[in-house]
């Protein structure tokens, strides 16, 4: 399965992004997938995650202004940025697993997906 990021760019504080990942095996559907960031120098963090039924899981740094959803029928997984600020700025993967039914998000502990994208840069500055 091959995953690819799009949307990513260079925002004022307080702008919005939509990120899309094209997931092109279905089978990931059924599973866990999600969305981390990472900055150079530091480590990899989760920022958003939803399992097969479509519950979503957040991290604390970006409950209640990110959103993350998935259009089954498009094969996209998607995660809507709102409010951003400059500490948002990273590179963002989507990531999947083919075995990860359980998709609770803990601050700070990124899965070991099977797969993941290339990522897209999202940089937020005035």
């Known amino acids: 399965a091959q995953l690819e990021e799009s949307g990513g760019g260079s925002v004022q504080p307080g702008g919005s992004l939509r990120l899309s990942c094209t997931v092109s095996?279905?089978?990931?559907?059924?599973?866990?997938m999600g969305w981390f960031r990472q900055t150079p120098g530091k480590d990899r963090e989760p920022v958003a995650q939803?399992?097969?039924?479509?519950?979503?899981y957040y991290a604390s740094a970006v409950k209640g202004r990110f959103t993350i959803s998935k259009d089954n029928a498009k094969k996209l997984l998607l995660l809507q940025m709102d409010s951003l600020e400059p500490e948002d700025t990273a590179t963002y993967y989507c990531?999947?697993?083919?075995?990860?039914?359980?998709?609770?998000?803990?601050?700070?502990?990124?899965?070991?997906?099977?797969?993941r994208g290339q990522g897209t840069q999202v940089t937020v500055s005035s």
């Open positions: 939803i399992d097969g039924d479509g519950h979503t």
């Open positions: 990531a999947a697993d083919s075995t990860l039914i359980d998709c609770t998000l803990v601050d700070g502990y990124v899965f070991g997906f099977d797969v």
């Open positions: 095996d279905d089978t990931y559907r059924s599973y866990c």
